[in-house]
């Protein structure tokens, strides 16, 4: 594949959804994402690749018999952070459309049937749960709980969807032969331009609730104040110290106040926590010191807080004899860990899966500043065919 190639694809996607910040907003199933979700269609379609829906808003364009048995899959997803990188999830779509133009174009004739597959709502940005069409996927939500998730206008996933999910596909284990995912490397690990993982740390999301006393910022004397932002203020220092101790990775990046008003003490403080670390232990361990920091203070500050754990991804060692021969394919690529959740992660539990990383030269992602250069981008491309030629 050459740079060339992959860029004239890319391009083809580069600016949808992208805002003023040169970030990208794209929501599952708002607007930008339904426009890349008929450009997926457009992009089978050019393919003769029918496409079909899980009826959970996964997408999957297929070469071969749809859902015939032991498919392999590839792909990842749309959807970004807000002002998110581009590479995040598309570069996994869009590599797995031109995989199989390089198949193809090399006479390759699968014995099993492949699908480029783009799953909804990996990041949570307006559903709040991370991965969710791939644990609809594989039964890992329950379909009414999904449907009932809102946004922040209050639109539910089923009314976005247009429909309750359809939750797990019968017989999921024994039509998936694997899964190989393509995605954008997000920390500093790689010098060279393709490396295969090896696991994703466990990693959750946990909402404080800080609720206090809400009052007038000039009348009412600090002695007699019950300040919700001093608790929520102090969780977050909380956080970053504890993740320091036990060398996991917490941070607090998303609050909202009511009022929220210049001159009003507030009455609630709403913040999220991300936590993650190498193992569950050390995970749950900083969590359970920064609930505990948390309620301390809030006893010094007479305020309350309430903790609800909203989404919990489970520790994932990828199937290390699949990750040995695809880096064994790929010439020993590198074997590597990331931090980062993955679709693949949650079909890890129920079928063989495997994920490339594409070099990002500075690792920054889930910002405007991600980037991975169009020659690495190439050398994914052709990664990946080798596997999928490989595996099929
Ligand atoms: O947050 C994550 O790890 C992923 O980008 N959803
Ligand atoms: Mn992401
Ligand atoms: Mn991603």
């Known amino acids: 594949?050459?740079?060339?190639?992959?860029?004239?694809?890319?391009?083809?996607?580069?600016?949808?959804?992208?805002?003023?910040?040169?970030?990208?907003?794209?929501?599952a199933l708002d607007t930008p994402d339904l426009v890349l979700r008929d450009w997926f269609r457009n992009q089978a379609d050019r393919r003769d690749m029918p496409v079909t829906d899980d009826g959970n808003g996964n997408l999957f364009a297929w070469w071969?018999?749809?859902?015939?048995?032991?498919?392999?899959l590839t792909g990842s997803h749309f959807d970004s952070v807000p002002h998110g990188g581009g590479y995040d999830g598309p570069l996994g779509i869009v590599s797995g459309f031109l995989a199989v133009?390089?198949?193809?174009?090399?006479?390759?004739?699968?014995?099993?049937?492949?699908?480029?597959?783009?799953?909804?709502?990996?990041?949570?940005?307006?559903?709040?749960?991370?991965?969710?069409?791939?644990?609809?996927?594989?039964?890992?939500?329950?379909?009414?709980?999904?449907?009932?998730?809102?946004?922040?206008?209050g639109v539910t996933f089923g009314e976005a969807l247009g429909a309750t999910p359809a939750g797990p596909l019968p017989g999921l284990t024994s039509r998936i032969s694997a899964l190989v995912e393509l995605h954008i490397e997000q920390g500093r690990q790689l010098e060279?331009?393709?490396?295969?993982?090896s696991a994703i740390w466990p990693h959750g999301r946990w909402r404080f609730d800080f609720t206090g006393h809400g009052d007038h910022a000039g009348t009412t004397r600090m002695a007699d104040r019950r300040d919700p932002m001093l608790t929520f203020a102090?969780?977050?220092?909380?956080?970053?110290?504890?993740?320091?101790?036990?060398?996991?990775?917490?941070?607090?990046?998303?609050?909202?106040?009511?009022?929220?008003?210049?001159?009003?003490?507030?009455?609630?403080v709403r913040g999220w926590l991300d936590a993650r670390a190498a193992d569950t232990a050390t995970m749950d361990g900083v969590v359970d010191a920064v609930v505990?920091?948390?309620?301390?203070?809030?006893?010094?500050?007479?305020?309350?807080?309430?903790?609800?754990?909203?989404?919990?991804?489970a520790e994932v060692t990828f199937d290390t004899e699949l990750a040995a021969r695809i880096a064994g394919m790929l010439g020993d690529a590198p074997i590597?860990?990331?931090?980062?959740?993955?679709?693949?992660?949650?079909?890890?539990?129920?079928?063989?899966?495997?994920?490339?990383?594409?070099?990002?030269?500075?690792?920054i992602s889930h910002s405007p500043a991600e980037h991975a250069e169009p020659d690495d981008c190439a050398a994914g491309v052709d990664a990946l065919a080798t596997v999928l030629r490989e595996l099929t």
């Open 1 to 27: 594949m050459s740079a060339e190639v992959f860029s004239g694809l890319w391009s083809e996607i580069e600016s949808i959804g992208r805002v003023s910040s040169g970030g990208y907003m794209r929501y």
């Open 192 to 197: 060279v331009p393709v490396g295969v993982a």
């Open 336 to 363: 590597l860990p990331t931090g980062a959740g993955h679709d693949a992660g949650v079909l890890s539990a129920q079928v063989p899966t495997a994920m490339l990383f594409v070099r990002n030269p500075t690792g």
């Open 64 to 72: 071969g018999d749809a859902w015939g048995r032991d498919a392999v």
């Open 292 to 313: 505990k920091r948390a309620t301390e203070r809030a006893g010094r500050d007479g305020t309350e807080v309430a903790v609800t754990s909203e989404s919990l991804s």
């Open 234 to 268: 102090y969780t977050v220092l909380a956080a970053n110290k504890e993740a320091r101790l036990a060398g996991a990775h917490a941070t607090m990046a998303r609050v909202e106040v009511e009022p929220n008003a210049t001159n009003a003490i507030p009455s609630l």
């Open 101 to 153: 133009d390089q198949l193809r174009a090399a006479g390759h004739r699968p014995a099993r049937p492949m699908a480029v597959v783009a799953f909804v709502e990996e990041e949570g940005g307006r559903f709040g749960l991370p991965c969710l069409g791939s644990r609809l996927l594989t039964g890992a939500i329950d379909p009414a709980k999904a449907a009932a998730l809102t946004d922040r206008e």
